[in-house]
């Protein structure tokens, strides 16, 4: 169980006020759940606003449970709904949950490298007000983007990272990361994270991928695929772990193409696909609409 840091009577950068939170809960699945929980909800005056559940077997299997509701006074009611859940869900109930005010948005950090197509959509989406965090930087091992990144109004931070030993570039990392972020995306980030990285900066990373995985790894997927002559190309948003692009997986996505495109046109076909998924990740992961269950994810969209 966590209760999430709050900001109280701050809107979103979506604009939304600061009177609704997220729930998430997953566990085995009984009989009971959702009545429990809409009973410690009503106890509070909370009125439901949405509420998806899935079981992936009725008869003992894995439940999960996302619910967003809004109570008058809801800052200083979160915590007395926190503890009325520990207690209602730890009786009888083999249950976790994760109560968050939404009016904090989720602070993250993108890391990128020479290509800027999913950088700027993440960019553009948030100025517009479609993604519902705050970007509390942009990190990069080049410095190709850094006065379109400064132009949002966003931190910009050159940490090079060349070589096979990344020690000295993770470490700068992770002193400009911690206490600072909730998540990090990595908008096409051509550097390997090290398993030490990832258990050190103990947040979530988002990566996106080209392709269906694991399929054309390495430089030049595109060129690889015309040369396989597919006839689809795609992406997939995944959560990163130590083991190399074989994350939970978030969101994917393809586009048919033929044997009249290009290289450059299945380059140019394919970062259209890639920023497009990414985004449509980031901003699950920051409604928390994204459960992982082992290697793969439940995602209330």
């Not at 009611?77 to 869900?89: C, G, K, M």
Request: proline share 5%; charged share 25%.
């Amino acid at each position: 169980m966590t209760i999430a840091q709050t900001v109280t009577g701050v809107p979103s950068d979506s604009g939304r006020e600061a009177a609704v939170a997220t729930l998430i809960v997953d566990g085995q699945d009984r009989p009971g759940i959702v009545e429990s929980i809409a009973s410690v909800l009503g106890r509070f005056g909370a009125n439901i606003i949405s509420l998806d559940q899935y079981s992936d077997d009725p008869d003992g299997g894995q439940f999960f449970q996302r619910t967003e509701f809004s109570v008058p006074g809801l800052s200083a009611v979160l915590p007395d709904i926190d503890e009325a859940l520990s207690s209602r869900l730890s009786d009888g109930f083999d249950l976790r949950f994760t109560l968050r005010d939404t009016s904090a948005p989720k602070r993250v950090a993108i890391f990128a490298s020479k290509s800027d197509h999913c950088l700027l959509e993440l960019l553009w989406r948030h100025r517009r007000g479609e993604l519902p965090v705050s970007i509390a930087m942009v990190i990069s091992n080049h410095t190709d983007t850094a006065d379109e990144v400064r132009g949002f109004g966003i931190p910009f931070f050159h940490v090079p990272s060349g070589g096979p030993d990344k020690t000295a570039a993770e470490a700068e990392h992770l002193r400009l990361l911690q206490g600072n972020v909730d998540f990090i995306v990595l908008a096409r980030y051509m550097q390997i994270i090290s398993a030490e990285f990832i258990e050190q900066v103990d947040v979530p990373i988002i990566n996106i991928h080209h392709s269906f995985l694991p399929a054309f790894v390495g430089a030049g997927p595109y060129a690889k695929a015309k040369e396989r002559g597919v006839k689809l190309i795609g992406a997939t948003a995944h959560y990163v772990t130590e083991d190399l692009d074989q994350g939970p997986i978030i969101e994917q996505d393809v586009v048919r193409v033929t044997h009249a495109d290009t290289a450059v046109d299945l380059r140019r076909r394919g970062a259209d696909v890639e920023r497009s998924v990414l985004a449509r990740a980031v901003q699950w992961h920051s409604e928390d609409r994204v459960i992982c269950h082992g290697n793969h994810t439940v995602v209330f969209a």
